[in-house]
């Protein structure tokens, strides 16, 4: 493995389109508005893959510390637990992504206002604590809210908001289903691991919860976004063509199969992979539906 390649799998790049895709919705929103700012869009892209790529470092360093990636673990390696990449390396690849975002932040601040910069200082604080500090909140069954909050209402708004500051109710409406979607990956990613982060003490919601009934969670965040994006379009509160997004539901049987199916490491790795690219696609279809 080149140092490249671990940096590479440090920074988790399967797990990115979470990140863009709040981007693009929120962008769709503005172009169908008449407001569509390139420059705004560029930025928003730049910080929300920066402040992701942050937070996969300090995942990777935080776990590696408290010792919840063992050899026993399945799925993607953790690069410090491995040996790969230093614990001072990787927070010095935090602060690096941190710094990256905050530059795109302050230029989204020239255009859209202090306002964003109040929303990046949170976000940041919001990241850092979740697997770190004295009370990494990762670790206390609240992951998945703080995904749902900052990968969904909290990206997709800000997003619409940075092309000229405005919040439109159609950009919080479509944050939900975006919010679920990327809780549903977390949820399936602390599913694969429940049993290793029993043992570190690493009580995600998965532990809390147990098995049985996060794959009834999983189940309900992916069929309950899909339900809301039909609701929506038809009550009119989202563009209407949106609701073609609804139509990629037959997908979601899949990962949905394999959680209570399955319960061996490559399965659930499959599973993980198959809800991002339904939340990727699942995005697509509502920003293309949102322009129509």
Same mark, same amino acid.
């Given at each position: 493995? @080149?140092?490249?390649?671990?940096?590479?799998?440090?920074?988790?790049?399967?797990?990115? &389109?979470?990140?863009?895709?709040?981007?693009?919705?929120?962008?769709?929103?503005?172009?169908?508005?008449?407001?569509?700012?390139?420059?705004?869009?560029?930025?928003?892209?730049?910080?929300?893959?920066?402040?992701?790529?942050?937070? /996969? +470092?300090? /995942?990777?360093?935080?776990?590696?510390?408290?010792?919840?990636?063992?050899?026993?673990?399945?799925?993607?390696?953790?690069?410090?637990?491995?040996?790969? =990449?230093?614990?001072?390396?990787?927070?010095?690849?935090?602060?690096?992504?941190?710094?990256?975002?905050?530059?795109?932040?302050?230029?989204?601040? =020239?255009?859209?206002?202090?306002?964003?910069?109040?929303?990046?200082? =949170?976000?940041?604080?919001?990241?850092?604590?979740?697997?770190?500090?004295?009370?990494?909140?990762?670790?206390?069954?609240?992951?998945? #809210? +703080?995904?749902?909050?900052?990968?969904?209402?909290?990206?997709?708004?800000?997003?619409?908001?940075?092309?000229?500051?405005?919040? &439109?109710?159609?950009?919080?409406?479509?944050?939900?289903?975006?919010?679920?979607?990327?809780?549903?990956?977390?949820?399936?990613?602390?599913?694969?691991?429940?049993?290793?982060?029993?043992?570190?003490?690493?009580? @995600?919601?998965?532990?809390? =919860?147990?098995?049985?009934?996060?794959? /009834?969670?999983?189940?309900?965040?992916?069929?309950?976004? +899909?339900?809301?994006?039909?609701?929506?379009?038809?009550?009119?509160?989202?563009?209407?063509?949106?609701?073609?997004?609804?139509?990629?539901?037959?997908?979601?049987?899949?990962?949905?199969?394999?959680?209570?199916?399955?319960?061996?490491? &490559?399965?659930?790795?499959?599973?993980?992979?198959? @809800?991002?690219?339904?939340?990727?696609?699942?995005?697509? #279809?509502?920003?293309?539906?949102?322009?129509?």
């Amino acid at each position: 493995m @080149t140092t490249v390649q671990a940096w590479r799998i440090a920074a988790r790049v399967h797990t990115l &389109p979470a990140a863009v895709v709040p981007v693009l919705v929120g962008s769709a929103l503005a172009e169908a508005d008449g407001v569509f700012r390139l420059d705004a869009f560029v930025f928003a892209i730049v910080a929300a893959v920066a402040i992701q790529v942050a937070a /996969n +470092f300090a /995942n990777d360093a935080s776990d590696a510390r408290r010792g919840a990636d063992t050899a026993e673990r399945v799925g993607p390696p953790r690069m410090v637990a491995l040996g790969r =990449i230093t614990p001072r390396q990787m927070w010095t690849g935090v602060v690096i992504a941190l710094i990256v975002a905050t530059l795109a932040g302050l230029a989204l601040a =020239i255009i859209a206002g202090p306002l964003i910069l109040v929303i990046g200082v =949170i976000s940041v604080v919001a990241m850092l604590g979740y697997v770190g500090g004295p009370l990494p909140y990762g670790y206390r069954g609240l992951g998945e #809210v +703080f995904v749902f909050v900052f990968f969904g209402v909290v990206a997709t708004v800000g997003s619409r908001y940075v092309h000229d500051m405005s919040a &439109p109710a159609a950009a919080w409406f479509l944050s939900v289903p975006i919010g679920l979607f990327a809780a549903a990956i977390l949820v399936v990613n602390n599913y694969r691991d429940l049993e290793t982060d029993r043992a570190a003490d690493k009580r @995600t919601l998965a532990v809390i =919860i147990g098995p049985r009934r996060t794959r /009834n969670l999983f189940a309900a965040l992916v069929y309950g976004a +899909f339900l809301l994006i039909a609701l929506f379009a038809v009550i009119g509160w989202t563009p209407f063509p949106t609701i073609f997004a609804a139509l990629i539901v037959p997908y979601a049987m899949g990962p949905v199969r394999i959680m209570y199916r399955r319960t061996d490491g &490559p399965a659930l790795v499959r599973a993980l992979k198959m @809800t991002a690219t339904l939340h990727l696609w699942t995005g697509l #279809v509502l920003a293309a539906g949102a322009l129509i």
